[in-house]
């Protein structure tokens, strides 16, 4: 008889182990996919901050030309003005 009460109280004790595992497994699983929307979510924030420095830079890019232009145009157009040194 003692055999048996052991076996089932190993039995039990067995069965509350999975019940405790399939609930860490559920939880697990939520913070598994929590942290799979927070990765996608910066992803995309990564991406849109790319596209924006990107565009900045295309126009601080073409600023620079069109600066570039302006100073070649002004030296074209004023005659060379030595100082007497």
Known sequence: MEDLDLLEKRVHELIQQLKDLKGEKRALEAQLSEQAESFLHLQQERAEVRGRVEK??????????????????????????????
């Open 56 to 85: 900045i830079l295309g126009t601080l890019n073409h600023l620079g030309e069109d600066l570039n232009d302006s100073v070649i145009e002004q030296q074209e157009q004023a005659p060379e003005q030595t100082t007497p040194y």
